[in-house]
Every structure is written in C-alpha cells, then in structure tokens.
C-alpha cells in the first residue's frame, strides 16, 4: 500500500506511476476551501459555502460513459447505449496518457468509503486534480476516523482530471471527455470534464453492478428516510423528480437523498455521506431544512451571485441544473449511521409534465412492478420555435444511466422485496396539475408533502370503492380525499376542466407508456404487463 501519512497531509503517488513526490492527503474541509479561493478557482458565497464552477460541463454526459469489457463484464453487463463497451487496452494506454497528465500537478487524494452498513462497506481512494472536486469528496462519501486510516486499504480507485483532454481518434473516446469504469482494475477514470456528479455517479455504477451480483443486494437510485416509529420509506425517481427534497423532511430523519442498498437483511443502507440537492429556485420558506444546509463546508455549483456574495437561485444563466453539496450532517434530522430497516412505504416519484397523472396513487404489486421497469417521467424541453412542450422520458428503474446490468434484473429483486416486506406502493405526481406545461402548474410541494405524509400514517385509508377511484385510463388507485390537500386538486380530471383535452393527453401518455414498454414485453411475464394502463388511444 502507497504510503501515507495523515499527519503531515501528504502521500506518494508512485504506485500510481505518479511521479510527484508528495500529493495532498486527506486536508481539511477548511484547508480545501481556503485553497481553492487562492487559487481564484471559487469564491465564498454569504452564506459561507464555496461557489464554483465546473466548467464545460454543468451536468453528467451519459454518451461518453463507458465500461471496459473483459471477463468480469462480457456475460454480465447489459451493453448497448446506456453501457458502452471500452477496449481493455485502450483504458490502459489511455489511463497511462492521464497519469502522465497529473505527473506534475498538485494533486488532492482522499480516502473515503461508500456504503454505510459495515458489512458492505467498500474503502475508495479518490484523486484529484482540483482541491474544490476533493471537497465534494468529502461531502458525498463516507469519512472514515483516524483510526480507519491507520491501515486503509482502498478497494476502488477513482482518478479523476478535469483538465486532461482525451484525443478520441487516439483513445478510443467519443470526446474529449469521458467517465471509464473498470472492474478488473477496479478504477473509475474521468476525464476532460469537471462536473462532479460523475464522481459520485461513477462509483453508483460500480456499486449497482457489485452488489446485486456479489452481494445479494439490490442497489436502488432512490432516496430514504425513516420516521419517529421506525418505519422507512424510500423515493424512487428520475433527475428532478423530487428525491432529494421530499426525503429531507423535518418530521422524517433522513438516511440518504440518493443512492441505497436493499440487504437481505431487510434494511437498506445509504451509499453516500451527503446531498447533492438541486437550487434552482431555491427558497427558504420552501425548502428551509436544504437552505440553512448551505453554510460553510457546502459548495454550491454554477450559480449566479452578486459582489457580496449573494446567490440569485432563480438564475439559471449558467444552467438549470445548479446544485449544492453538503455532508449529510448539515441536515439536523438525520439518522445514526445511515441505515433503516422496516420499510412500510414505496413512492415513486414523477414530474408528469402533460399533467394527467394523479398527484398521489396507490399502485397493485402488478403495477408497482410494471411502472417500476418503465421509470416514467417527463422533461420540458423548448423547440426553436421557442414553443414548449413536454416530453416523455422513460429510464428503467428510475435510473437507467446508472444500472449495468438488465433492468429486470434489478426489477426482480425489488418485486420479491416489495411482496416479502408487505410495501404499499405510490405512485406521486410531482409535475403539472391543471393542465399541461404551459397551461397548468407545478404541484404544491406543500401539496406533495401532505399527500405523502397521510400515506405515511396510514391516512388514506384502505383501499375500499369508497375511500378510491380507479383511473378509467392508468388504473391506478386514486384517493378521494386527503388531509391538507383540497379535494378538487386529487383528480387531475377535474383540475383541468375540460374533460376533452383530458382525455386526449392522457392517451397520448398511455399509448407512450405501452410503446416504452414494448422492448421489456418477452421479459415480462403475465402479472407485471398486468400492471400497466387499462386503456389507450387507437
Ligand atoms: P436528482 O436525481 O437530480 O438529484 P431529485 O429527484 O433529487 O433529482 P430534487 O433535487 O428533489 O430532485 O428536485 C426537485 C425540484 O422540484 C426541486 O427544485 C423542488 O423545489 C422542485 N419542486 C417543485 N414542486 C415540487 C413538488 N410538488 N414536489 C417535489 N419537488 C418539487
Ligand atoms: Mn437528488
């Protein structure tokens, strides 16, 4: 093991092949802070956090992630688009040309680990060429105490060079950037591309391949909280959704915004050390809990701020996609280590942006496993025309960029957890109420948060004619009243007041829905098809 040493703050890189005599290790979030001011790389922000920029890129870059293909991979990973083959070689020559790259550098190393429940715990070396990407290191994985550090040994290796452009005719690479998970060498090579996330992301998708085919656990993109009677409930959804605010709930203490593991144990533990909320138009009244989080120790990504160090939230100049990262513990409620067990509640979590879906549903088992596998959301993108329209996005599993292997493999495990854990399932419409993007609204969150906390405590009642409808299109069981929420706003029918164009954008959604789904039908058996929408469009 590469020498060293917590004390001085320093380590040798020659194992790596990194020449620099000392590299940076394990500094302060303080010290990284400080450096990274010096260096005019960010700045503070009032509030106290580090705001940076990330650069080129100010999100993930799907189409330039790839997985080396060899033994451990060929059989097992599902390749196509979301999982691209890379050459062996081509990863060493091009893992060569990187280290060449950081040869004379300032480097920041950090040892960190993922997975909360000891008995899954998976130690990770991160190095990096930018003090503030060591600072979300910090943030967003696991630290380990000192006595940890006397001996560590890293399992998983993340090298990480913002700056390294790739040659794509050369290296094998679509671009200049690139995110390379092997799991022979067990490195996660990311390149050419500062955004954060593909840290953290990289090593999800390591995750999401070793356990379920090492360990018996299914790894799961949602996010987990656990409430005063030590229930559980998870938040499955796709970017923006709402994970990472609904879990983060005064009355709930939080486990994780983000990424967890399922155990056979029947309790699910979070991957990571901290959030990586979303800011775009954040407000304090709204979002008090993720607002106050934003303080010294937090950095805050690609947001716009004035002379004095004021962040305007609702600027999304930079881009729509400005984030903070904090260590866990800069949210009060939180549970100690990050683990729960007993989980009662399943929701899943969907901006509909054509706004016909309920904004809380009960799902069957059937539909649970169907809608699970679809992974439903939509996207509102503008056209040239400057016209918006909504747009459909299915990712299976809610989080198809991230699962190597096929979605029913992970789409199994979770079927037999929900049916040996009893779950209730539900299904939550985050997005439009009152029509589509452009006419309707966005749900309430106080809406939202009622919906989901009469779920919680068993408020909505059992699932009898009287107490629900079924949607004479999705199937779904729809609640008719709810504490906190007015009636009128439960039946997305009636919010939109004109039966018609009702009608109309829901078959549009279900005929989507059973198009999706047409590339899982010779997996699926009989029940999960069971489980879709119960009429379309012809
Ligand atoms: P990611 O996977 O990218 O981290 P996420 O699922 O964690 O995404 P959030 O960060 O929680 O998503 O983003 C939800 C966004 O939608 C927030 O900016 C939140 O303020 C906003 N929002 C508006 N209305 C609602 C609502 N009714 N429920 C949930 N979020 C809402
Ligand atoms: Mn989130």
């Known amino acids: 093991m590469t020498a060293s040493d917590p004390k001085t703050k320093s380590i040798s890189l020659k194992d790596y092949g990194i020449k620099n005599e000392r590299a940076h290790y394990q500094l302060t979030p303080d010290e990284l802070h400080e450096i990274t001011i010096k260096k005019g790389m960010g700045r503070e922000a009032s509030s106290g956090a580090l705001a940076v920029s990330t650069g080129e890129f100010t999100g993930r870059s799907p189409m330039d992630r790839f997985i080396v293909k060899d033994e451990i991979t060929e059989d097992k990973i599902w390749w196509g688009k979301i999982n691209i083959p890379f050459e062996s070689d081509k990863f060493d020559a091009l893992y060569d040309k990187v280290i060449a790259y950081l040869n004379d550098k300032e480097l920041f190393v950090r040892d960190c680990y993922s997975c909360a429940d000891p008995d899954y715990r998976m130690n990770i070396r991160v190095i990096n060429e930018y003090p503030w990407s060591n600072l979300f290191v910090y943030n967003m994985f696991l630290r380990p105490d000192e006595e940890d550090l006397k001996d560590f040994e890293a399992e998983w290796t993340v090298i990480n060079a913002p700056g390294f452009y790739a040659e794509p005719e050369i290296d094998g690479t679509r ?19 500062g955004y954060t996330g593909e840290i953290k992301k990289g090593i999800f998708s390591a995750l999401n391949f070793i356990l379920p085919v090492y360990k018996e656990v299914l790894p799961m993109h949602c996010s987990a909280n656990i409430g005063e009677a030590g229930d559980t409930a998870l938040f499955f959804g796709l970017s923006g959704t709402g994970k990472t605010t609904l879990s983060t709930d005064p009355l709930r203490k939080l486990i994780g915004d983000d990424e967890h593991g399922w155990t056979k144990k029947n309790s699910v533990f979070n991957f990571e050390g901290g959030c990586y909320a979303k800011v775009i138009d954040l407000s304090e009244e709204k979002e008090p809990e993720i607002y106050q989080a934003i303080k010294k120790g937090a950095i805050l990504e690609n947001v716009v701020m004035d ?26 409620n939180i549970q100690e280590p990050s683990i729960g067990d007993n989980i009662k509640n399943i929701f899943f979590l969907t901006a509909d942006a054509f706004g016909v879906l309920p904004p809380i549903s009960k799902l069957t088992p059937s539909q649970a496993a169907y809608h699970f596998i679809s992974g439903y959301t939509a996207k509102v993108a503008g056209t040239e025309a400057g016209v918006v329209e909504p747009v459909t996005e299915f990712s299976a599993c809610f989080g198809a960029p991230f699962m190597p292997l096929h979605p029913t493999v992970y789409a199994e495990m979770l079927s037999k957890k929900m049916k040996e854990s009893g779950v209730n399932v539900w299904l939550v419409n985050t997005g ?105 469009a012809f």
């Open 432 to 536: 439009w109420t009152g029509g589509p993007y452009g006419v309707g609204t966005r749900m309430k969150l106080k809406y939202t948060r009622a919906m989901i906390h009469a779920a919680l405590s068993g408020k909505l009642g059992l699932y009898t004619y009287d107490t629900y409808h079924i949607h004479s299109v999705f199937g779904v069981a729809q609640p008719r009243e709810c504490p906190g929420v007015p009636t009128s706003v439960l039946s997305p029918r009636a919010t939109w007041n004109n039966d018609d164009a009702y009608y109309k954008t829901a078959f549009k959604l279900s005929n989507a829905f059973r198009h999706n789904f047409k590339k899982f039908e010779s997996y699926a058996n009989e029940e999960i098809r069971r489980g879709g929408p119960q009429r379309y």
């Open 175 to 193: 671009q200049h950037n690139f995110a390379i998970l092997n799991f022979s060498k067990k490195i996660a090579l990311v390149g050419g591309t």
């Open 307 to 332: 002379d004095a160090g004021v962040v305007d939230y609702t600027d999304s100049t930079v881009t729509q996609n400005t984030r903070v990262s904090y260590p866990i513990y800069h949210i009060e």
